[in-house]
């Protein structure tokens, strides 16, 4: 049987979305090495100016006027009235969707994100093409943007989401509940001890790992200010991400904090960060809330966003995998109840494992390779 040709669709180079799908192309080369695969940022092939420009109205949006961003999310008239205008933009992008099909010639097309879903299901109709479309959902909650007819198979976090996508129109045949495909690398077991090694740190100190995704966001500096206020003796790692403005701001802060504080930028070693945190400290997205609960590591979320911050946080606190609270001053309070009741710590891990699903990249893999 020959190879498999298919193209993997995300939008925003640092996201989860793209995490996503490296996580797919992973796996496809780990079962089937010859695949031929083109992972592809969709907004950026048809709409190079237009990203720059959405994104940093989407930044400016979530970061003053969150509130706009939780009306604007999965709102029924919203979803309605950019209808012709959706339509509208998917059309002009056709042309250009043509010249890369035609070029590449994929088998199937893999979106981990709605607008590329969207563009690609439009494409199926206006062409009349019977190309196999999968579309991959990474937040814990299936929003109107991700509904059209000609999308084949959707991927969902969980058997909640599969319900919900139900309850919108979408045929229980099409749907499989894998989970959000994260790296295989946060399953394989390591030694902690040399991870504490490598990083100099000791042993006997509990870890709190604080991040804020990718772009290092929230009120990191805030909560690390917080924490100098804890009775415990802890070691702090906080991963600033690509957000270099925060990384320097925080390194001439943390000279005069009593803590042992340390300080990164964006990482590929996450998981043995991970590895070793007896409680993280994050924002609350898809990919990072499914390897965090692939590890069964208690999550302590703060402030989280509208839209789909707040939904992540809203399944993960419903099923016991987290801890919510909406002031980050008070973030050392919840850190030393925590480190003072095992039983708690425990209870977090346990509701983590349950709900977590380590195979989704290798059971997405599969199910591509059998299309």
Not at 100 to 112: A, E, M, Q
Not at 289 to 302: D, K, N, Y
């Amino acid at each position: 049987m020959r190879a498999k040709r298919i193209i993997l669709m995300y939008i925003s180079e640092v996201s989860g979305h793209r995490s996503a799908t490296l996580a797919i192309e992973k796996a496809l080369k780990e079962l089937r090495p010859d695949t031929e695969i083109l992972n592809i940022n969709a907004f950026n092939y048809t709409n190079p100016i237009s990203e720059k420009v959405i994104n940093r109205i989407y930044m400016e949006v979530i970061k003053h006027t969150p509130k706009l961003w939780d009306y604007l999310y999965d709102n029924p008239s919203v979803v309605k009235g950019l209808e012709n205008i959706k339509r509208h933009v998917h059309k002009s992008n056709s042309p250009k969707l043509k010249k890369l099909f035609d070029s590449f010639n994929p088998d199937l097309v893999v979106c981990t994100q709605a607008f590329p879903c969207g563009m690609v299901a439009d494409y199926k109709k206006t062409y009349k093409v019977n190309l196999p479309l999968v579309a991959v959902l990474t937040d814990y909650i299936p929003h109107a943007y991700w509904v059209y007819d000609t999308v084949d198979y959707y991927i969902t976090p969980s058997e909640d989401v599969s319900a919900r996508l139900e309850k919108k129109g979408v045929g229980a045949q099409k749907i499989r509940s894998y989970g959000i495909p994260f790296d295989h690398k946060f399953n394989q077991k390591q030694s902690s001890g040399s991870i504490f090694g490598k990083l100099k740190l000791n042993p006997k100190k509990p870890v709190v790992l604080i991040m804020g995704g990718g772009q290092g966001l929230g009120p990191i500096k805030t909560i690390v200010k917080s924490l100098e206020k804890s009775k415990h003796d802890i070691s702090e790692l906080i991963v600033a991400g690509t957000n270099k403005k925060l990384f320097n701001s925080l390194k001439r802060k943390v000279k005069h904090y009593k803590k042992d504080i340390h300080l990164f930028g964006f990482l590929q070693n996450i998981h043995e960060l991970m590895r070793i945190a007896s409680v993280i400290i994050s924002k609350p997205g898809g990919v990072t809330t499914a390897e965090v609960l692939s590890m069964g590591l208690p999550m302590i979320i703060v402030k989280p966003i509208p839209g789909q911050e707040i939904n992540n946080t809203n399944f993960l606190t419903h099923k016991g995998a987290a801890i919510k609270i909406d002031e980050p001053k008070e973030v050392y309070q919840i850190i030393d109840e925590l480190l003072e009741n095992k039983t708690k710590l425990e209870q977090l891990k346990s509701a983590a494992l349950k709900i977590a699903k380590p195979e989704a990249s290798m059971d997405v893999a599969k199910l591509l390779l059998s299309l």
